[in-house]
């Protein structure tokens, strides 16, 4: 047995730090009995994405040491703490997640003031059936929670009701093919001078995989061999492509809104496996790499950016 206390740094601001920190501390290599403690103390900021990814790193470090991970100084100022437990992550996470500390005292955030709905994680689970009504009832949920985004976009853009097809899309997957409960977190910002929006949809499961789900297809004769697709930005390109699409939908048609959206308004990053399919923004190149360790599950991020007209 032994103890791991790993700070987290600053690296929960932004996806790519993530990744970096996810490099330096595979969950992968803890050993049943290891105590893993995270240390918050340096954390300043932390986004949709990364909150998920931590979410999904915590699962999979309780997946190897069977001991509930530790999360330790934890700011109440800046408010770290406030923005967790207002995304009900410490609810979510309780089966393989404890807090270090007494916290009773800390104010947080009027629930009436801030709705709940709009920071807070969106279970989607693994069952297609139930699934499928639960994706219907969340994106009708999110349609009202949101209508302001949407207005937003809709204003800038005619294809604004684009945010709503890539949001569709992205959930009803984790029930298709992750098999695995997944996790939905979308969240707006405003620049200081009111003069930009952002709105960053972000979502993770911790099931096959995309090479999982393409793999099984090919075993179960529900598509033919796939040809020179070999590694896991492999069959992320092949997923995202016209070829990986066999209904007119699926993951081709976030790629097709991003384009007709504005590419120079949007970013995606997607991780599956060893496999990442990155685009940033003002950026019309869709890239592809392939990790050295491996992340379990997909993991998704989609910003989407406008200025505010006065």
Known sequence: ?????????????????WLVFYRSYDPNLFSKGDAVFLDFSKVSFIIPYCLLGLLAYCKSAFRKTKVKVTLCNIPSYPTIYQYMERT??????????????????????DRDYVPRKMYGIVEIGRNRIDSANKIAQTIDELT?????????????????HLF???????????????????YLLVQKYESQNKRTISTSVSIMDNGVGIRGRLEEQVTNGDRRP????????????????????????????????????????TAILVVSGRGVMYKGQDSNKITFSDEQLFFRGTHTTIWFYGDIET
């Open 1 to 17: 047995m032994n103890t791991h206390l790993i700070e987290l740094g600053d690296h929960l601001r932004d996806e790519l730090r």
């Open 226 to 265: 796939l040809k020179n697709v070999i590694t896991d930005s492999d069959y992320l390109k092949y997923a995202f492509s016209e070829k990986g699409t066999r209904s007119g939908a699926g993951l081709n048609s976030v790629i097709r809104s991003l384009k007709e959206w504005d590419t120079h308004d």
């Open 164 to 182: 709503f097809t890539i949001l569709s899309e992205i959930t009803a997957n984790i029930p298709e093919h992750s098999r695995s409960k997944g």
């Open 144 to 160: 009202q929670r949101y209508d302001d985004i949407l207005d937003f976009f809709a204003s800038k853009h005619e294809n604004g």
């Open 88 to 109: 009900d992550f410490f609810t979510i996470a309780a089966n393989f997640v404890q807090v270090e500390g007494d916290y009773s005292e800390v104010y947080l955030w």
